[in-house]
């Protein structure tokens, strides 16, 4: 069974730092592009990056490219989401997905990160 | 990178038939093959329904159906069940190799 599990939200303030990790089972985590996706309270889904399965290939949203760094660890399976320079606009549950030819086909549950002052 | 458009709701009755569009333009839902839809309930993570804009994964009921024409995608959920009652997004891969989402249908069930 496919499993995504991500931890690492929490409350920070305006200008600090984050990183979220999501550890996968269940499947060859190596041979899988992964992406992040966060959906701000009550608000749609919004694709934040991705990471090609040797993670040599990196893609960003335009509203957070520069700020935040997709990779990953594939020995540990488990992928990870740096994120600096925290805008309260940040503030979302970030979901971690696997990757399945063009479409997200597994997700995890999802973390919440709360940017405030 | 601005998201592709969907209504904000629809809604139909038991055993009735709905569609919800997705339009963006010929940059990702009019350009390449690559529309998937989700599927996601209150509290709960986003669910695969469609990929490649008609393809349902193994284990999706087949009252659901995706298709496109030109720069619309839609979704079509036929005997409509309480069930199916939720938010449901569409995505499309990018020209410049990214992915952008819909801004999100609630389905509602009278």
């Known amino acids: 069974e496919v499993q995504l599990v991500e931890s690492g939200g929490g409350s920070v303030q305006p200008g600090g730092s984050l990183r979220l990790s999501c550890v996968g089972s269940?499947?060859?985590?190596?041979?899988?592009?992964m992406h992040w996706v966060r959906q701000a309270p009550g608000k749609g889904l919004v694709w934040v990056s991705h990471?090609?399965?040797?993670?040599?290939?990196?893609k960003y949203a335009d509203s957070v490219e520069g700020r935040f760094t997709i990779s990953r660890d594939n020995a540990k399976n488990t992928l990870y989401l740096q994120m600096n320079s925290l805008r309260v606009e940040d503030t979302a549950v970030y979901y971690c997905?696997?990757?399945?030819?063009?479409?997200?086909?597994?997700w995890g549950q999802g973390t919440l990160v709360t940017v405030s002052s | 990178q601005s998201a592709l458009t969907q209504p904000a709701s629809v809604s139909g009755s038991p055993g009735q038939s709905i569609t919800i569009s997705c339009t963006g333009s010929s940059s990702e839902v009019g350009g390449n093959k690559y529309v998937s839809w989700y599927q996601q309930h209150p509290g709960t993570a986003p669910k695969l329904i469609i990929y490649d804009v008609s393809n349902r994964p193994s284990g999706v009921s087949d009252r659901f159906s995706g298709s496109k024409s030109g720069n619309t995608a839609s979704l079509t959920i036929s005997g409509l069940q309480a069930e199916d009652e939720g938010d449901y997004y569409c995505?499309?891969?990018?020209?410049?190799?990214?992915?952008?989402f819909g801004t999100g249908t609630k389905v509602i069930v009278l």
């Open positions: 997905t696997r990757g399945a030819g063009y479409n997200l086909g597994y």
């Open positions: 269940g499947f060859a985590f190596n041979n899988y592009g």
């Open positions: 995505c499309s891969y990018t020209s410049t190799t990214i992915y952008v």
């Open positions: 990471s090609r399965h040797d993670g040599t290939i990196t």
